[in-house]
């Protein structure tokens, strides 16, 4: 390896190790309280150094969204999209959801929180964490779908209430259990959600399971 090449593979790690602290501050300050300032604080670096990898504050805040999102599908999307067509993968995918927002209590879910930040504001930010938002809602949306073709929800289901429903109950766990420090919110997730798989299920399923 050349010393050109060393230097490229040095500027990516360097870049890949910023990225990650900034995730994680980004988590518990808030993707505004993400600045290059307390970045290179925690990094021991000047501030020179970190914007020769971030063109600016944005640039950083869009890269560390874009980090988040692919951590996300890696989690939750791609293990349930090797699961059979249906409740299995729609059920791994809303189990696998509430299991990392789970653990993001103690942090936060840049999703969620992101969501409160710049609900009122315009801009590259905002239009990148919907447009990661609503890639998410469309897999729910197409899982769904999928599990009423292969009759394992009932075939007058609206896919967008259903989604609705089930973002409705991930957001009430993050509330309980990160803001009001319930015990029990995990738990009243899944019941939430066995509920709304009991009331959408094909007629003839609900026959079966009462006789």
């Known amino acids: 390896m050349n010393i050109s090449s060393r230097l490229m593979r040095k500027g990516e790690m360097t870049r890949a ?11 518990r300050e808030g993707l505004e309280g993400l600045t290059i300032g307390l970045l290179a604080e925690k990094m021991s670096m000047s501030k020179s150094g970190v914007f020769a990898h971030f063109g600016s504050r944005e640039d950083l805040q869009i890269a560390v969204l874009r980090l988040y999102h692919q951590q996300f599908e890696q989690e939750i999307f791609y293990p349930s999209m090797k699961l059979a067509r249906g409740l299995p993968r729609l059920r791994s995918l809303f189990e696998r959801w509430v299991k990392r927002v789970t653990v993001e209590i103690a942090s936060g879910c840049i999703y969620i929180s ?4 710049y609900d009122d504001r315009q801009g ?15 897999a729910l949306k197409r899982a769904t779908e999928q ?3 292969q009759g394992h929800l009932h075939a007058e289901l609206d896919p967008d209430q259903f989604v609705y429903e089930m973002y ?10 990160r803001f009001l420090k319930k015990s029990g919110s995990v738990n009243r997730v899944e019941l939430g959600f066995e509920r709304m798989i009991k009331t959408y299920a094909p007629q003839c399923q609900e026959y079966e399971e009462h006789h």
């Open 114 to 117: 992101g969501a409160t930040e």
């Open 147 to 149: 599990a009423v073709k």
């Open 168 to 177: 409705g109950l991930v957001l009430a766990l993050h509330h309980d259990a």
């Open 124 to 138: 590259a930010i905002r239009d990148e964490l919907a447009a990661m938002v609503g890639t998410w809602q469309n």
């Open 17 to 27: 190790a910023i990225l990650e602290t900034a995730l994680d501050l980004a988590c």
